[in-house]
């Protein structure tokens, strides 16, 4: 995981030249690079070496969830792409997380390269009060985000994905080492765009936030490389 710069720029595009370039444009101003499914699904590990290639840190955003047996080789695979960081559901439950954190810190020792951080999204963002209740999730959706947040964590989990508004409780509830990524970013200049609960980076950060995930922000602006930079600056960087 990154000490010191906290910003991953989320490159949201199934195009790798376009990527590539981004992250060119990029490289050395920001922390590393998020690359979700979708991008993966069309451009595979090659897709993801052509970012990585540039020497910054990568997030593979897969969001895994599946048997343990499966998430477990899916696992090894994302630690033989030298990620910093990937992402699993915590709601494949505890054997599931386990076998995620344990296969990805074992392979990474086998290769002798750094372990990507295991981090467990709870509950989707995407899912209200009434969508979450109806996969089967009962009580408030905070409540929920938190006790799947202490079975990531005692499964082995390196830290979760957490929306601004949720992370001094996460804090309190997991401890300082505990880490804790947060999209939903807008500084004060930007556009909000279809985020509707979000902080700045530098609010995010006070609040314990170990990696800002960062998109349209730095990606739509008329010049990236300026935008991050004052990014930086607003962080004290
Ligand atoms: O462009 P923007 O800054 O909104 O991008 C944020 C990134 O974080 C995107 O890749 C988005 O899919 C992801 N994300 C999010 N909110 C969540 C979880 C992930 O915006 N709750």
Redesign the pocket.
Known sequence: MPASNPVFV?L?TTESETAAALAGRLAGLVGGF?L?LEYFVANGPAGLRAVSSLGMPLFV?LKLHDIPNTVAAAMRGVARLNAAITTIHASGGAAMIRAAADAARDEAARLGVAPPAVVA?TI???LDQAAAEAVGFHGPVSDQVRRLAALAQDSGADGI?C?PLEADAVRAQCGPSFKLVI????PAWSEA???KRFLTPAEARAKGADVL????????AADPAEAARRINRELGL
């Open positions: 989320a949201d998020k979700g955003d999204v989707l963002t995407s994905v929306s999209p939903g970013i807008r765009g279809d985020q995930v960062i998109g349209r922000p730095i990606t739509g």
